[in-house]
């Protein structure tokens, strides 16, 4: 089957888009295609898509490290050069993440960086001890914006004046239900912008 849009909504539920191919497991959501996102190859060419959209789906998916980088890495080869992937999924922080029994994976945005081939000759060239997972696995992704939903109360007390951005940055990574969703926005760079340099 060939997909009508070059856009991917992965897990799709019941948010579909109009202008995506929306693939979902449960065909009681009435996707385009009824596709396990967890079983790949999934059947598409390589450098098909120039947008993935993947709302809600990634922390359901991968119960092991491997399925999910295997994921990441169908992501990676359906999509052309330059293409966009918006990424939504809980704070890991935030009750919603532990509400619901079918999430398997805390995500954050820094664990997108670790795809960032810039990121990772970084990290290399300074004796860092993050993982290196793009060059480690020829993939490059590059996260150009990050968006946290903040939950009412702690918008409330920046608006008022009671606390200021750099407060608020600190709550938001030492306590819980600051904020409960997150939006990643990365591009994808092919052929790896640093793999030749590894190379040398």
Known sequence: MVPESRK?????????LNDHWNVDI????????????????WPYDDNF?????????LEHLG?????FL???????RVSEHKAE?????P???????????????PLTAKMFKLFDQQFNYNVIENGLGESTHGLNNSLDLEVF???????PYWREQVQNGWMGNQELDKNLNTLSNVCDYVAVFVKVHKPGRFEKLMKK
Not at 145 to 151: C, E, H, K, P
């Open 26 to 41: 449960e065909s009681k959501c009435n996707p385009d295609q009824v596709l396990d996102l967890e079983q790949t190859p």
């Open 145 to 151: 914006d990050v968006s946290y939903n903040i939950l």
């Open 63 to 67: 119960q092991t490290p491997k399925i």
């Open 49 to 57: 898509f120039n947008k993935i959209t993947a709302n809600n789906i």
């Open 91 to 105: 704070h890991h922080r935030c009750d919603t993440f532990f509400d619901d029994l079918t999430h398997v994976r």
């Open 85 to 89: 992937w918006i990424i939504t999924f």
């Open 70 to 76: 295997n994921v990441i890495k169908e992501m990676y």
């Open 8 to 16: 991917l909504n992965i897990g799709c539920g019941f948010r579909k």
